[in-house]
């Protein structure tokens, strides 16, 4: 007989742990993830979220879908009041307000996000204005450069685990009442080094940041998720993270991205996903982001591009990416738009058996089917069907001059 763990349930007024706070799913996550795995049956009802769900390795949380909704707190930003010095695990803040034992923090400087942000757990206090973490600091925040302390977090959270599962949970970012906190950092969900992950049929909506981002994560599986209304990007892999797949998701009308892949996101699939009406640009594709496929997604309504190559040199470019059978469509706001703009020193990117063009002929936003600057190597194109740009289906610079 097939062995499987122990089921642990969560419920705001019934359960083997009552509550509604991140406290009470932490600790049905530790004890599932001390007997070696299982699952965390997460019941109906809004959660309070002062610091990350943080995944267990081989445990599965799982939600009631979009009744279970673990909403990001409102966040609060003080100014630190000494140097946070690299390696240090103590933080000393102006205004204590909202800084409490057990909240999660990050440290940095202006916009946190980047990978010198450091993301931790307040574990105490030695007085007022001075608390203990959980983590070393990641770098030097001085004075001179303004460094502030926030109450910003990953909703979800895995760092250096391997085969967690979430599933059926609606992440409510709260953006109106929280400071920024980047995708390198923070996210509805980010993962760190958490290898063989999946995250199946999650809502994220309004983050401040990014929806759902993995760093350095391989094997990671989105399937069935919706990120909307997120200030940054909907879907960010990045920062090595291959072998991926994202499939049947919705990044809708997030402010600058659908989809992004950071760097070094590698033999990939992308499917069945509908990316719309984000703010600037439906696919990011750059830094070695390279032997990746695409095919039947619907990429339409971004502000300008539908699939953008990132002007990166050659030794640096995505390479060997190919498209097929795709929808990509009304992309622009009528003054630009390109269905594809193909920038850097991009070499083997093939676009096959796609539709690109416009579906109203009266009032075109996509002026360019695909518009491949003097940088970019060839482009194979082949069976596609391009119709009613009001530019050209097809601009190459680097045989035009």
């Known amino acids: 007989m097939a062995q499987c763990g122990i089921v642990m349930r ?29 699952i965390v049956d997460i019941g109906p009802g809004t959660y309070d979220m002062r610091d990350s769900l943080h995944l267990r390795a081989g445990v599965t949380v799982r939600g009631a879908g979009g009744e279970t909704i673990l909403r990001k707190c409102a966040g609060v930003t003080s100014p630190l009041a000494t140097d946070g010095d690299y390696g240090e695990e103590q ?13 999660g923090v990050s440290v940095g400087f202006n916009r946190h996000g980047n990978f010198h942000t450091t993301v931790a757990t307040i574990t105490g206090q030695i007085d007022d204005n001075t608390f203990l973490i959980n983590q070393p600091l990641l770098s030097d925040y001085t004075l001179g450069r303004e460094a502030t302390a926030q109450t910003t977090f990953p909703v979800i959270s895995g760092y250096h685990i391997t085969g967690a599962v979430v599933e059926d949970i609606a992440i409510d970012g709260n953006r109106e009442n929280n400071p920024y906190l980047g995708g390198c950092r923070g996210g509805g969900i980010l993962l760190y080094r958490a290898h ?12 401040h940041g990014d929806g759902i981002s993995y760093q350095q994560s391989d094997d990671v599986l989105v399937e069935e998720c919706t990120v909307t209304r997120c200030s940054e990007k909907g879907l960010h892999p990045g920062s090595g993270s291959g072998r991926t797949i994202v499939r049947r998701c919705r990044a809708a009308e997030n402010d600058q991205i659908g989809l992004f892949l950071c760097w070094r996101v590698r033999h990939s699939r992308f499917e069945e996903n509908t990316i719309e009406q ?20 619907t990429v339409k309504q971004n502000g300008r591009y539908g699939v953008l190559f990132r002007n990166e040199p050659k ?13 990509i469509t009304d992309n622009g706001d009528g003054a630009e738009g390109y269905g594809f703009y193909i920038d850097g020193e991009t070499e083997g990117t093939e676009i096959v058996g796609n ?4 579906t109203d ?12 600057t003097s940088r970019a190597g060839d482009v194979f194109r082949s069976d596609n069907t391009m119709k009613s740009h009001s530019r050209m289906d097809v601009v190459e610079e680097a045989k035009s001059g």
């Open 196 to 207: 063989g992950t999946q995250i199946r049929r999650v809502i994220v909506d309004g983050y």
């Open 91 to 103: 933080i000393t803040v102006v205004d204590p307000t909202g800084f409490d034992v057990g909240c």
């Open 10 to 38: 969560v419920g705001i007024d019934e359960g083997d742990i009552v509550g509604n706070t991140h406290k009470a799913l932490q600790a049905a996550v530790d004890y599932v993830g001390a007997l070696g795995g299982g």
């Open 278 to 297: 984000n703010g600037l640009t439906g696919i990011s594709i750059g830094h070695k982001d390279s032997d990746n496929h695409f095919r039947y997604n």
């Open 355 to 358: 539709t690109i063009g416009n």
């Open 361 to 372: 002929r009266k009032n075109p936003r996509q002026l360019f089917g695909i518009y491949v």
């Open 315 to 327: 030794v640096l470019a995505g390479h060997r990416n190919r498209f097929e059978r795709n929808h």
